[in-house]
T-cell receptor, first 116, second 112 residues
Framework: DGGITQSPKYLFRKEGQNVTLSCEQNLNHDAMYWYRQDPGQGLRLIYYSQIVNDFQKGDIAEGYSVSREKKESFPLTVTSAQKNPTAFYLC???????????????FGDGTRLSIL | GENVEQHPSTLSVQEGDSAVIKCTYSDSASNYFPWYKQELGKRPQLIIDIRSNVGEKKDQRIAVTLNKTAKHFSLHITETQPEDSAVYFCAASGGSQGNLIFGKGTKLSVKP
């Protein structure tokens, strides 16, 4: 979807370095998500946020951090504590239904992170 | 928590044949089941989804069936075309927040 923009497309990290992946959406969605995709592993949830200034850990949050200061933006920082950061990172967003019903998630084009 | 198993991991069919991918889930409280198609190096795209109050949903050549009792749901693609070649992921809503849990994917190859 053209409404979700991830940057950069490719990123290289040195040992001991923190790097930040950008995710911006103009779909007016309340919820945003970060997934990690490894070959043959499907998508695994890192962090998610359903409202500004609030976020929760997903299944593999260790070594990652996020912020949600604006509705449109949900940056992900891969810290030096993440020892195996090489992966394809996908950001997604969705509306939040007041009835608690799950809604479709729409994905960005992803960022491929590699270690130098 | 929720666990989603997806089979097969690879599937090769001849153009015009049908393809079926099956997923099983563990949490009987799951109520939303989307399917995504991901072409090489691109974003996953939602192709069809189904909620637990429906047994079957169809959209042109694509259909999804849900069996709540057996806790499995399947993607059916009829009259396959080379452009259907991609990796397909199923997912189920799970956990206290209802987050999506994804299967590991099926690589579908349609041979002309």
């Amino acid at each position: 979807d053209g409404g979700i923009t991830q940057s950069p497309k490719y990123l290289f990290r040195k040992e001991g370095q923190n790097v930040t992946l950008s995710c911006e959406q103009n779909l007016n969605h309340d919820a945003m998500y970060w997934y990690r995709q490894d070959p043959g592993q499907g998508l695994r949830l890192i962090y998610y946020s359903q409202i500004v200034n609030d976020f929760q850990k997903g299944d593999i949050a260790e070594g990652y951090s996020v912020s949600r200061e604006k509705k449109e933006s949900f940056p992900l920082t891969v810290t030096s504590a993440q020892k195996n950061p090489t992966a394809f990172y996908l950001c997604a967003s969705s509306i939040v239904s007041g009835q608690g019903l799950n809604q479709p998630q729409h994905f960005g084009d992803g960022t491929r992170l590699s270690i130098l | 928590g929720e666990n989603v198993e997806q089979h097969p991991s690879t599937l090769s069919v001849q153009e015009g044949d049908s393809a079926v991918i099956k997923c099983t889930y563990s949490d009987s409280a799951s109520n939303y089941f989307p399917w995504y198609k991901q072409e090489l190096g691109k974003r996953p795209q939602l192709i069809i989804d189904i909620r637990s109050n429906v047994g079957e949903k169809k959209d042109q050549r694509i259909a999804v069936t849900l069996n709540k009792t057996a806790k499995h749901f399947s993607l059916h693609i009829t009259e396959t075309q080379p452009e259907d070649s991609a990796v397909y992921f199923c997912a189920a809503s799970g956990g206290s927040q209802g987050n999506l849990i994804f299967g590991k994917g099926t690589k579908l190859s349609v041979k002309p």
